[in-house]
């Protein structure tokens, strides 16, 4: 991550839980990316041409099948939800860069419309799956980071951030930033702007907070203040979901890429005779 030479304003004033008076309930699927070549072969029709050739792109081979596993398996899943077969599912991307539903296929009932976020780090892919409410979700693996005295990740930590994570025994350090750039990067992902500047100034992540309750502090307008929870993953890796609202209930969820593919057979009788 190179440093574009600025730094976050002042430091957010705390403040307490999420009063919104959006309750969101959240899906949070978390999916192996391990499938053989053949499952792959498949499958990576329902991708769009646009999917397939960023896929192509990685230099690393390895890279561009995680790439289609994860998004094979997340139209596998919105499938569920819209009840729409993963190969017709319109995906389309704002300016930022983030993924959504087209608005017919959003908004198929009157529970609001579908809102979902996808991560994947290694062989670890999760999805977000939500109504009425953004959401976004971050998973990474933890290892050793850039030296977090130089001025790299600068862009992407406030000056307390930093001096937090600079304070911090060298043995300590790679679990803590890692935890609390999951946390940015979920805020960030659900506020529906990336790791830009102009999100992460109206935010920003107690870094000595081991449990997500009190560790975000928020700074942005009450209307869309977010509520930040931690997600339980396998040694070596952490994540976080975010949602602007109320976080009431997140239902954590495990599927191969092979039952969400049995699944979603099993469902295409009923799609076609609608």
């Known amino acids: 991550m190179a440093s574009d030479g600025r730094s976050h304003g002042a430091a957010p004033q705390m403040r307490g839980p999420s009063t919104h008076p959006v309750v969101v309930d959240v899906d949070i699927w978390q999916v192996p990316l391990i499938a053989r070549r053949s499952w792959i072969e498949r499958n990576v029709a329902v991708l769009s041409d646009g999917e397939r050739r960023r896929a192509a792109r990685r230099i690393i081979p390895r890279d561009g099948d995680r790439f289609a596993i994860s998004h094979i398996a997340l139209r596998l899943l919105l499938s569920r939800y819209c009840d729409v077969p993963p190969a017709a599912l319109s995906l389309v991307t704002d ?5 959504r539903l087209s608005g017919d296929q959003a908004c198929r009932d009157d529970a609001g419309p579908l809102q979902f976020s996808l ?6 892919a999760l999805v977000a799956v939500t109504r009425k409410s953004a959401v976004g979700v971050d998973v990474e693996r933890v290892r050793p980071w850039a030296d977090v005295s130089g001025g790299g990740l600068a ?5 307390r951030e930093l001096a937090a994570l600079r ?3 060298p043995d300590a350090l790679a679990d803590a930033l890692t935890r609390c750039w999951v946390r940015k990067e979920a805020v960030a992902k659900a506020l529906g702007t990336g790791m830009i ?3 992460l100034a109206s935010f920003e992540i107690d870094v000595s907070a081991r449990d997500h309750d009190g560790a975000l502090m928020w700074a942005g307008p009450p209307e869309s203040t977010p509520t930040l929870r931690d997600l339980p993953m396998s040694s070596g890796y952490l994540a976080a979901v975010a949602a602007i609202g109320s976080l009431r209930r997140v239902v ?3 599927a191969t890429v092979r039952e969400l593919t049995a699944r979603c057979a099993a469902r295409e009788p009923r799609a076609r005779g609608r």
């Open 167 to 169: 304070n911090l025994p």
């Open 119 to 124: 991560s994947h780090a290694a062989d670890a």
């Open 95 to 99: 300016e930022f860069g983030k993924p």
């Open 197 to 199: 500047r102009r999100s």
């Open 155 to 159: 862009p992407f930590f406030c000056p």
């Open 252 to 254: 954590n969820r495990r």
